[in-house]
């Protein structure tokens, strides 16, 4: 594992029954012994015979590129990525890896946040970002068929031109694509009313180690034959099968958007404004929430926002033109109730567009503030959000590690990004996100709303999960998988705790 994987070992408290287990996590336990010198070279013989030079990349510069995503999880890089155009080219990959046993990388748009796509154990990245074809969209069905390597926006676009809609939106929907968002069950703003990447998921063509496939799930809307598979592929983060064509069920486009861009004085107002649309039975798609040190990073960047401001709220609804007017009032009241220093209210694609600009600045800003940012996406229960919010604001105080706080505050899922910039601040980076993990989890939360565990919460699962369901989860993938070369290195923690 590369450097920036986790620095010092880490301590956890497990409990398990009425016992209590201390687990000690160190940089060992996130090593995967990579495969010997010579099965790789026998691999890339056999690989370059099968599928030609073209499709292969060896060289230093070209692979490295593939040894990290959009996380602090960085690897050696891979001995060599295959860039799949077909079925076929997965299928082959697949059983020379078997045959020489040499572990496969799955890995679609690289946007991943918790290193998912990182190949710890080296062997091969296979990307699918060449499967890029929509293939079907049913307009009567109201379904579609996409290539794993399709980038999300295309497929969105596409599916409104023929007056559907696709929800999901991770807002890295330029550049991820639909095989990672179906392994990672990708959510997003619009979760809130529209649920996540799960909820649209009909099948898909699954393949497994050593080059078998499988057509699994339906194309109708209903259908309950034998074991939910599609269910358990999706969100299995590249660990039990690569995943081919998806097919995807549609809504209906909704008829007309609002927008509601609103500042407060306080963060528990904003909070607030949340709970008190909830209690009034108002379902916008989406409550985005930035926190002041998310705001002064914005700041920082020259965007102009209201000084008085410690947090904003970016609010959307949908529907039929007359509800969403009327839907966009009564928000616009109970924020007033509340005390919003200042509400903006949008209709049409530029208007919005201006007031999403100062969600979007938020990412590129925030990213500017340390040399190092680690971004973790917890999610408590609604109400629990503020009591969060403050145990975040003491961790920051007690271990001096700054932090910036946003999210989607409507599912209670919270970005918490964790900022420094000297590499012996890791220690207490480390103990600000195991205290942010043991508050989550006290809070009857859970570790991880949308970015996966990957390899960087590895350590930390069994914070929330019991060994037992961590052994049955260890046994599944045994079962898709029994010598253990589908992305390894990733969700189980590597720790010889043994406990209960
Ligand atoms: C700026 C930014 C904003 C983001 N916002 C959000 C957000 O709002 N909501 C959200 O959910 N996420 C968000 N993310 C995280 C990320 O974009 C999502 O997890 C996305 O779904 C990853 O897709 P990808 O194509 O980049 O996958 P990758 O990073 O390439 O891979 C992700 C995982 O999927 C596996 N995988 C990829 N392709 C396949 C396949 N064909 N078969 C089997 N396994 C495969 C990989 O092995 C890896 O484990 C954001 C990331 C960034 C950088």
Redesign the pocket.
């Given at each position: 594992m590369g450097a920036s994987s986790l620095g010092e070992p880490a301590t956890l408290l497990v409990t398990c029954g009425s016992a209590l287990y201390i687990l000690r996590v160190t940089e060992a336990s996130f090593s995967v012994p990579p495969s010997a010198p010579a099965s790789v070279e026998r691999a890339k013989r056999e690989l370059r015979r099968q599928l030609g030079d073209s499709k292969l990349l060896e060289a230093e510069e070209a692979v490295a590129r593939y040894a990290r995503?959009?996380s602090e999880a960085e690897a050696e890089p891979p001995d060599v990525v295959v860039l799949a155009e077909s079925r076929e080219d997965i299928l082959t990959t697949l059983a020379i890896a078997e045959r020489f046993r040499v572990p496969v990388?799955?890995?679609?748009?690289?946007?991943?946040?918790t290193g998912?796509?990182v190949p710890v154990a080296r062997g091969i990245v296979?990307s699918?970002s060449g499967m890029n074809q929509i293939r079907e969209i049913d307009a009567r069905e109201g379904l579609a068929v996409v290539g794993?390597g399709v980038v999300l926006a295309d497929l969105q676009r596409a599916v409104e031109a023929e007056g559907w809609f696709y929800p999901p939106?991770?807002?890295?929907l330029q550049?991820?694509?639909?095989?990672?968002?179906?392994?990672?069950?990708?959510?997003?703003?619009r979760a809130f009313k529209y649920g996540?990447?799960r909820d649209y998921v009909l099948g898909m063509e699954a393949f497994l180690m050593g080059g078998q496939a499988l057509s699994v799930g339906r194309r109708t809307r209903k259908g309950v034959t034998g074991y939910d598979v599609t269910a358990l592929l999706v969100g299995?983060?590249?660990?039990l099968?690569?995943?081919?064509d998806v097919t995807l069920r549609l809504i209906p486009k909704p008829a007309s958007v609002m927008t509601l861009l609103i500042s407060f004085a306080s963060l528990t107002a904003a909070a607030g404004l949340v709970e008190a649309a909830t209690a009034a039975r108002l379902v916008p798609r989406c409550f985005e929430l930035l926190d002041r040190n998310t705001l002064a990073a914005m700041r920082a960047e020259g965007n102009p926002i209201d000084p008085r401001a410690e947090a904003l709220l970016l609010v959307e609804v949908d529907g039929e033109p007359a509800a969403c007017e009327r839907d966009a009032e009564r928000l616009a009241a109970l924020a007033d109730d509340l005390g919003a220093l200042t509400v903006e209210v949008a209709q049409g694609e530029a208007p919005r567009e201006r007031l999403w600009a100062a969600r979007r600045a938020m990412?590129p800003a925030v990213r500017k503030m340390a040399k190092h940012k680690l971004s973790e996406?917890v999610v408590v229960p609604r109400q629990a959000m503020g009591e969060l919010l403050s145990r975040v604001a003491r961790v920051s105080e007690e271990t001096q590690i700054r932090t910036v706080t946003y999210g989607?505050a409507g599912d209670g899922n919270l970005h918490v990004n964790f900022l420094w910039d000297h590499e012996e601040e890791r220690p207490k980076v480390e103990r600000s996100i195991e205290r942010l993990f043991q508050a989550v989890v006290e809070l009857r939360g859970t570790l991880s709303?949308?970015?996966?565990i990957?390899v960087l919460k590895a350590p930390y699962l069994p914070l929330e999960q019991s060994p037992q369901l961590i052994q049955l989860q260890r046994e599944l993938k045994r079962v898709f998988d029994p010598q253990g070369l589908l992305?390894p290195g990733?969700i189980f923690p590597r720790v010889g705790h043994g406990a209960c």
């Open positions: 995503d959009e990388t799955p890995r679609a748009g690289g946007t991943g946040r998912g796509a296979l699918v794993p939106d991770p807002n890295s550049t991820c694509q639909l095989g990672g968002n179906v392994a990672e069950n990708a959510g997003g703003p996540v990447t299995s983060e590249g660990t099968a690569v995943l081919g990412s996406d989607h709303g949308e970015h996966g990957g992305n990733k």
